[in-house]
């Protein structure tokens, strides 16, 4: 199967320095300075766009902006890309979030992909009123999209579950098309939940073998319920002309983590529920040497962030190799980011795709022609599309 990617929205802003947050981990400001703005988001959406970048994933939580909202301004400013919206079932009622999904694509020209998150963080789901815990927080989350896929489908839903209750349920529009479900997690109630409605179960970015351990385990659990998802990887990506440059860049970003910043925020994370994010505190053991822990993998970012702690660092040509590898497993969707965002996914896309559509991976989900002498890539793909310079609006 070909390759899939998307980039992310840096929805708790951006900087030339990593950004941290989520997972009960302190929310860094350092170096913020570019604020999540729907002009800025918007930019960054257009570019992944024009580069072949299949959606983006914006995040949930108490310490980013509204995915819905936010995404839905951002659609407006774009033409194909999708949007991957991270969403927490116990926040609203299932019947108005299939409703609100049948909007989406009626809106976007059916461009809504579904992140489901079922929060690993007890203490901020009591924030917004939530007092389960986790292993019935999955539980909701089956009966939620039970719910949701019942109602995509047409029909009319009577439900007395154990935690949701809905009688004569049922949409007067269908969404079309249907939104893919995108769903994490590494614990048993997880895979669980993966098994029995997940389209793409994604990881965060551990090494190969275990990546691969993880996606058999999720297989074989949804083949007993006649299903066969595909799996993704959540990473980072640090991806230059040489591996050199690569490396100085992580180096850099590495010199930039105040060591007060780190410990409180790997006290924090410490504290996490989450299975996954267990995993990728073991990755480093909160300390600053031994950080690449499989050939181009850096476990530096999750020293100063939530989730996805990892980055693939080298040349252009290194990460496409780890790429492959990850593929030849069985992986078939990369969701990306970089810091900054726009920057490095001008990095990414016109460094590394090129090479994977030359290997036959990939190849650009709007590449419809051929460009002629004097078109630039982006304008050929457009009927009628004026002529450009090549490689016009890639910030240097």
Known sequence: MPLTFHWFLPTNGDSRHVVGG?????TTASGRDRPPTVAYLGQIARAAEDLGFVGALTPTGAWCEDAWLTTAMVSQHTERLRFLVAFRPGFVSP?????????????????????????????EQRAYGDFLDKDARYR?????????????????????????????????RLPDPVPEVYFGGSSPAAVEVAARHADVYLTWGEPPAAVAEKAA??????????????????????????????WAEADRLLRGFDPETVRAVQEGLARSESEGQRRMLALHGGGRDGLEIHPNLWAGIGLVRGGAGTALVGS????????????????DEFVL?????????????????????ARGLWTHPARTAVPTAGVGTRDAERPGARAVPAGAGSPR
């Open 22 to 26: 989520g997972h009960g981990s302190p």
């Open 95 to 123: 019947t108005l979030a299939a409703q609100m999904a049948v909007t989406f694509q009626r809106q976007t020209g059916g461009r809504l992909l579904l992140n489901v998150v079922t929060g690993g963080e007890s203490h």
């Open 140 to 172: 909701r989350t089956g009966e939620f999209l039970h719910v949701v896929r019942e109602l995509w489908a047409g029909g009319t839903v009577d439900l007395a579950g154990e935690h949701l209750r809905v009688e004569d349920a049922a949409l007067t």
């Open 217 to 246: 385990g999720v297989t074989e659990a949804a083949a007993r319920h006649g299903r066969t998802p595909r799996h993704g990887v959540r990473l980072h990506v640090i991806a230059r002309d040489t591996a050199a440059e690569a």
């Open 316 to 331: 252009h040509a290194e990460v496409a190799d780890r790429i492959e590898e990850y593929h030849r497993l069985g992986v």
């Open 337 to 357: 980011s970089g810091y900054p965002h726009l920057e490095e996914a001008y990095h990414f896309g016109e460094g590394v795709l090129p090479l994977l559509a």
